[in-house]
Nanobody, 119 residues
């Protein structure tokens, strides 16, 4: 069974940086893509960034130029380097891993890690 675990969240002042990590374990199959989402209190979950196993990365407009997503080649490990953080970046950041080969075909989510940016 695939398990996804995030780490690296915390409290940071505006303008600071954090690096989030995500690991999908329980399978030797490489994920087709992995992604970071975030959800602020009272708001819907939104895509932050995603990356395929071909290193094709995509970003939400609100993080372009500030956040960088990366992935360890041949490993289901995902990172999100967040710079120039702002209070509006506060939220729970969750990672998912999408597999297209059966098993473990499907999309698996972690529990999330909290990011709080103070002004």
């Amino acid at each position: 069974q695939v398990q996804v675990v995030e780490s690296g969240g915390g409290l940071v002042q505006a303008g600071g940086s954090l690096r989030l990590s995500c690991s999908a374990t329980g399978t030797l199959i490489g994920a087709k893509s992995m992604a970071w989402y975030r959800q602020a209190p009272g708001k819907q979950r939104e895509l932050v960034a995603s990356i395929t196993n071909d290193d094709d990365a995509n970003y939400a407009d609100f993080v372009k130029g500030r956040f960088t997503v990366s992935r360890l080649r041949f490993k289901n490990t995902l990172y999100l380097q967040m710079n120039s953080l702002q209070p509006e970046d506060t939220g729970t950041y969750s990672c998912n891993a999408q597999f297209i080969v059966r098993p473990p075909r499907g999309t698996y989510w972690g529990q999330g890690t909290q990011v709080t940016v103070s002004s």
